[in-house]
């Protein structure tokens, strides 16, 4: 491969993926090298997010038979404020920003000759996986926590994988099913896997696209391993590297405070997460107790100028109410980017004037359990009182 995987830490340099995806030397994230020559191709026209932007993969191969679909998701106002969007990628084939990943994953393995896909999950990267599994005829392994609630397991096996429960410590199984899948003909695309890490770039290019060929100020992503918020980050950095836009937005990554590993490291300063020892919120897509990606994060943020905020409970119940009260219902998780935007705004951090973005990674509709936080106004009446009712 004449593309280089480097490490984000070491700067060591890979030419195709080590048996774990990370560095051999100091075990941090690979990363592909950065493209300079990227191009948007007006000629493709908007059919397919992907293909639009394959100047930007110069390391992939594109077959138009994997897609489902995935990207050019809205990007919609706020009813707060003029300059204030909302990235709806609850809009993607299984709902969340998770199939951009996916996509780019499963032509690798493709690529590679892999039969066999897989990926440890219990939530929306699982039906992800499964679902371009089932669209690429590849026999699909998720491997799922033990514990799963029996109601997360219907809309992963619908797709019809090889679902398997697997008893035991789960950042284990995160490390070792990397390398016990490789051994076994099976690519693994865990949540901060280099060429998942790439799909999330196309959030980057559409956004730039959505605003005119314009860069936002902010973007606010709810973040857990940091897959998505590294991929989006390098998709600006493409830009600029390549002549398209002269600056890079600033960065906020967002957790639950239940949840926080980076936001702890970000406020120690030493570029270190730490794990959470008992992990506890509603927005469980984003409660990775000790991420994988998270010292990448916390230097990225560095050189980004970015920087990290955590939600309170009630908060992330309020915006998820205030989002729905805007016609878009997201899960829980993704209601933060939206909390965090009113917290900095209150802060005074973020203006009215500033161009912001806050990626909202999910839809509601995958994970219904949390309108029990809601008071849902329901009134009832006889078909004669119906007219006073309505007065
Ligand atoms: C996976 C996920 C996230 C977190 O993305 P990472 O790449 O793990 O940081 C956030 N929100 C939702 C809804 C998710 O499914
Ligand atoms: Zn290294």
């Given at each position: 491969m004449e593309h280089k995987l480097i490490c984000t830490n070491c700067g060591i340099e890979y030419d195709t993926e080590p048996a774990s995806t990370?560095?051999?030397?100091?075990?941090e994230p690979l990363e592909m090298e950065i493209v300079s020559n990227g191009e948007i191709d007006n000629s493709i026209g908007f059919e397919n997010s992907f293909k639009r932007y394959l100047k930007f993969f110069p390391y992939i191969k594109f077959d138009s038979n994997v897609s489902l679909g995935e990207g050019f998701t809205p990007l919609v106002k706020t009813?707060?404020?003029?300059s204030w969007y909302l990235k709806i990628e609850g809009s993607n084939p299984s709902w969340s920003f998770k199939d951009r990943g996916t996509l780019t994953g499963v032509l690798k393995a493709l690529e590679l000759g892999y039969k066999k896909i897989g990926t440890v999950s219990t939530g929306n990267m699982a039906a992800s996986v499964a679902a371009y599994g089932a669209k690429s005829n590849l026999e699909t392994y998720i491997l799922v926590k033990d514990e799963i609630a029996e109601e997360k397991i219907g809309p992963i096996g619908i797709y019809g994988p090889k679902l398997i429960k697997v008893k035991g410590n789960y950042g284990e199984l995160y490390k070792n099913s990397i390398k016990i899948g490789r051994d076994n003909g099976i690519y693994f695309i865990n949540s901060d896997a280099p060429f998942r890490v790439e799909g999330y770039k196309t959030t980057a290019f559409e956004i730039y696209e959505q605003l005119g060929g314009k860069v936002p100020d902010y973007v606010l992503v709810p973040t857990s391993a940091g897959g998505n918020i590294r991929g989006i980050e390098k998709g600006f950095r493409e830009l600029n590297a390549s002549g398209l836009t002269n600056v890079i937005p600033r960065f906020i990554a967002v957790q639950a405070k239940g949840c926080n590993p980076i936001v702890r490291g970000y406020r120690s300063g030493n570029l270190q997460v730490e794990r959470i020892e008992n992990p506890e919120t509603i927005a469980h897509a984003i409660e990775n107790p000790f991420p994988p990606s998270g010292n990448q994060v916390l230097r990225m943020l560095k050189s980004n100028d970015g920087m990290a905020i955590d939600i309170e409970e009630d908060e992330i119940i309020e915006a998820q109410r205030e989002l729905a009260h805007m016609g878009q219902f997201v899960q829980p998780a993704s209601a933060t980017s939206y909390a965090a935007l009113k917290k900095l705004f209150n802060e005074g951090f973020i203006s009215m004037d500033d161009v912001v973005v806050c990626v909202?990674?999910?839809?509601g509709l995958k994970y219904t359990q949390s309108l029990e936080m809601h008071k849902i106004d329901v009134r009832s009446c006889s078909l004669d009182d119906l007219e006073e009712n309505l007065k």
């Open positions: 990370r560095c051999e030397e100091c075990n009813n707060t404020c003029n909202l990674t999910a839809s």
